[in-house]
C-alpha cells in the first residue's frame, strides 16, 4: 500500500524514470513523507505467520512495507516447535530476542541455550556466520524476534546463503576474540595505515558475547522505567561501538515515564501488560505482541508510557546514528518532564 503523495512529491512526478536531481528530490521527499505520516502502530494480532524454507514467521517490518513509518529495518518473529528452522550462512549483526519458551542456536558448531529475555547476537564476522536455530524440547513451542538494522547488513556488503538443513558442517568456533591492544583509538592516525590499524585494534576489542541472559543485566532505574540494556556501547566487549541498541523497560502497575526525546529510527515492541504509548502527538493503546513504529526525524521525536493496572514490559531497539549527525541536529538522548 502507497501513502497519499504530498503536493511536493505531486510536483516532481512523471511517467519517465528519473535519474537526475528531480528523482532525487523526489526519493527523499518520500522518505519525509513516510516517517512524518506513515502507519505507526503494527497489531500483532493482525501480522500473520509465512512459512518458508528458514520455518514460520511473522513479519512486522521490511523495508518494502511501504505503509510503514520506518524504512530501514527487518523485524519478524520466528516460530519453532517441533523441527528446527532452516540453516543459513551470513555476516552477522543481528540480534535475536527469545520471546517465550525455551531454545537453542548452532552458531558455527557452538551451542547456546536460551530462554525468554535472553538475546543470541550474531556478531559480524569475516565469512559469515552459519547456524541454526531449534527449540530445547520438541513439541514445546518457543519463538523469538529477529532484529536487523538493513543499512548495516548492506553497507558491509553481507551475502546470505541457505545451506542444507541435513548438512552439518561445523566450520570455526565463534568465541569471543580477546579484548585488548597495543594500540588505543587516540594512536590512530588519518593515514590508510592508521585505517588498517584502526580495523585490527577493532578486531582484537571488540568482543560482543553470543549469548546476553537478560536475567543476568544490571537495572538502569530512569525516568523511563527499570531499564536493561542488551545492546550498547558501553557494555564489555563492545569496545564503544554499537550500531543498534536494544534494551527492556519495565513499568509497576500505572506508572507513566518521563518523555525521552531520542532520533528515532527505531520501534517498541509490547512483550507484557497493556500500555499506552505515545510517539510525537499519536498515542496508542497497544497489548502484547504490538509494535509501535518510532520514525526518525531531523529534530528527533518524544516517546512516553503509560503502564496499565498490571504493569508494562516494553523492548526498545534503536540505530545508533549519532556520529552521522543525531547529536548535532539535536535528536540527542535526553528525559524531559512532561509538561
Not at 514467521?57 to 519478524?76: G, K, T
Not at 532452516?86 to 531454545?103: P, S
Not at 559480524?124 to 556466520?129: A, F, H, K, Y
Request: hydrophobic share 40%; net charge negative; glycine share 12%.
Amino acid at each position: 500500500m502507497s501513502l497519499e503523495p504530498t503536493e511536493q512529491v505531486r510536483y516532481v512526478r512523471s511517467e519517465v524514470e528519473e535519474r537526475d536531481y528531480e528523482g532525487l528530490f523526489n526519493r527523499w521527499a518520500e522518505f519525509y513523507q513516510r516517517a512524518h505520516h506513515g502507519k505507526t502502530l503494527v497489531r500483532g494480532a493482525e501480522v500473520p505467520y509465512h512459512v518458508s524454507r528458514q520455518g514460520a514467521s511473522r513479519f512486522y517490518v521490511m523495508p518494502h512495507f511501504e505503509e510503514l513509518a520506518i524504512s530501514q529495518w527487518v523485524v519478524f518473529v520466528r516460530y519453532l516447535k517441533d523441527h528446527p528452522n532452516g540453516r543459513h550462512r551470513h555476516q552477522g549483526g543481528i540480534a535475536l530476542y527469545a520471546l517465550d519458551g525455551q531454545g537453542y542456536s548452532m552458531v558455527n558448531g557452538e551451542r547456546y541455550d536460551w530462554g525468554a529475555g535472553d538475546i543470541v547476537y550474531l556478531p559480524l564476522m569475516p565469512g559469515g556466520l552459519d547456524h541454526q536455530h531449534f527449540p530445547a524440547v520438541p513439541g514445546e513451542p518457543a519463538t523469538f524476534m529477529g532484529i536487523i538494522y538493513e543499512p548495516l547488513i548492506v553497507g558491509v556488503g553481507a551475502e546470505m546463503t541457505q545451506l542444507e538443513p541435513e548438512e552439518h558442517g561445523v566450520g570455526e568456533a565463534s568465541g569471543a576474540v580477546a579484548a585488548g591492544s597495543k594500540v588505543s583509538v587516540s594512536d590512530i592516525e588519518p593515514t590508510l595505515a592508521g585505517l588498517v590499524a584502526l580495523r585490527d585494534y577493532q578486531r582484537r576489542a571488540i568482543a560482543i558475547p553470543p549469548l546476553i541472559r537478560g536475567e543476568e543485566l544490571a537495572v538502569d532505574e530512569t525516568g523511563f522505567g527499570r531499564l536493561r540494556w542488551y545492546l550498547h556501547p558501553g557494555r564489555a566487549g563492545f569496545a564503544g561501538t554499537s550500531p543498534t541498541l536494544v534494551f527492556s523497560t519495565e513499568l509497576g502497575s500505572g506508572q507513566s515515564t518521563d518523555m525521552l526525546k531520542i532520533p528515532g529510527n527505531g520501534f517498541m515492541y509490547v512483550l507484557e501488560g497493556e500500555a499506552d504509548i505515545t510517539v510525537g502527538r499519536e498515542q496508542h493503546h497497544c497489548v502484547p505482541t504490538d509494535m509501535v513504529c518510532l520514525p526518525a526525524r531531523r529534530s528527533g521525536i518524544t516517546t512516553s508510557i503509560d503502564a496499565g493496572e498490571e504493569g508494562a514490559k516494553v523492548l526498545v531497539a534503536l540505530a545508533n546514528l549519532s556520529g552521522l549527525g543525531g547529536i548535532a541536529l539535536g535528536a540527542d538522548f535526553a528525559l524531559q518532564p512532561r509538561s
